[in-house]
């Protein structure tokens, strides 16, 4: 069974690669690079001591993604590759609408023509919009903020709309809550370009001083300490759900989030580092960043009841893994 995992040298990705093989599938990696290194390759294929075949290929170029199912028996996609960061969507919406939006196109095409079964995407809380947590399956879509969330509820809207003509596959769209932490070996985790878009980068690079102070987006959220609420999941724990998705999922269109359940909020997550780690994190209170909204955590039963997918890792895990991995960088 030989999975083709696109953007799988990515934060994400990667943790899902080492879950694959572990549970016996065969990958095939498509990355273009854009947002990932090479040798990620390397360490994947020491954790793992397994074979990984890899094509630096951008996945929008559905020719030379052809290559992969003409030298491959490809039985499963999972669709990470994608631009993520929502203040550069704001910025460049072209480019985050042509590469999110024609990845997913050019391997549905090709999903169809080679006959895949299945078809795992990499989707986000975010296409719930400003509903009320907890944000469930079948909550009606809000309104998104921002062209990376529009990309994300379009490219759902695009797959669903494929799986009514070929009724038979599996295409499951994975709903992230807010990913952290990093591989317990600390060889793999997320490895942002430039100033950090998420909290937990942020956080350990403050850390381990390649920055001077941490901002934190408004204290007057109407949450219990007024600043933002959100639902962290252990990457390994994210990466764990493709693997049930990829097993559990049935014919159709199958809709999961991916979360703890558990509203974290942003001065929790800070002290739980600093108490777990024994570091400190200086931070400052900012104005508000246009777009954020209060509160946002997972109803997480459906994943539950029919994946069989339940976390097991802690906020504790999360910030001390993710502190391991940074600790690894700047040796
Ligand atoms: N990290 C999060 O907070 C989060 C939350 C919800 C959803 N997601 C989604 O999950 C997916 C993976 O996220 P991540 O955090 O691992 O991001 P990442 O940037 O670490 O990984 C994405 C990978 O895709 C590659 N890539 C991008 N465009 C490509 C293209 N056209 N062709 C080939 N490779 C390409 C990049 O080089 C990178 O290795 C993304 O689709 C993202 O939008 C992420």
């Known amino acids: 069974m030989a999975i083709l995992v696109t953007g799988g040298l990515g934060f994400i990705g990667s943790h899902t690669v080492i879950e694959l093989l572990s549970s016996g599938y065969e990958v095939v990696i498509a990355d273009n690079l854009s947002?990932?290194?090479i040798s990620v390759l390397d360490k994947l294929k020491k954790l793992s001591n397994k074979t990984i075949a890899f094509y630096e290929i951008d996945v929008t170029d559905k020719d030379k993604l052809e290559l992969i199912f003409l030298n491959h028996e490809i039985d499963g996609i999972i669709h990470f590759a994608g631009y993520k960061a929502v203040g550069e969507s704001v910025v460049n919406p072209l480019s985050y609408y042509y590469n999110n939006l024609m990845s997913t196109i050019s391997l549905a095409e090709l999903a169809s023509k080679y006959d895949v079964e299945s078809f795992v995407f990499s989707s986000s809380a975010t296409v719930y919009g400003d509903n009320v947590s907890p944000f469930k399956e079948d909550m009606p879509l809000l309104e998104r903020t921002n062209p990376y969330g529009e990309t994300k509820a379009m490219s759902e809207r695009i797959l669903s709309d494929y799986s009514k003509?070929?009724?038979t596959k599996k295409i499951t769209l994975l709903r992230y809550f807010n990913p952290i932490g990093a591989h317990e070996s600390g060889l793999i985790g997320e490895v942002p370009k430039g100033i950090?878009?998420?909290?937990?980068?942020?956080i350990?690079?403050?850390a381990s001083g390649k920055r001077e102070k941490l901002f934190i987006f408004g204290n007057d959220y109407d949450t219990p300490d007024g600043t933002g609420v959100r639902d962290y999941i252990h990457v390994v724990d994210l990466a764990r759900g493709h693997v049930a998705a990829l097993k559990k999922a049935k014919q159709g269109i199958n809709i999961y989030n991916l979360g703890t359940g558990i509203g974290v909020s942003v001065l929790e997550l800070i002290h739980t580092f600093i108490e777990?780690?024994?570091?400190d994190?200086?931070?400052e209170i900012v104005e508000r960043r246009p777009g954020d909204i209060a509160v946002s955590y997972a109803d997480t039963s459906k994943a539950e009841r029919e994946l069989g997918f339940k976390t097991v890792k802690t906020v504790e895990d999360m910030v001390r893994d993710a502190w391991r991995f940074e600790k690894n960088l700047i040796k």
Do not use: F
């Open 204 to 206: 350990t690079q403050v």
């Open 35 to 37: 947002n990932s290194e």
């Open 196 to 202: 950090p878009n998420n909290l937990m980068p942020y």
């Open 276 to 279: 777990v780690n024994q570091v």
């Open 281 to 283: 994190i200086p931070y």
């Open 165 to 167: 003509t070929e009724p």
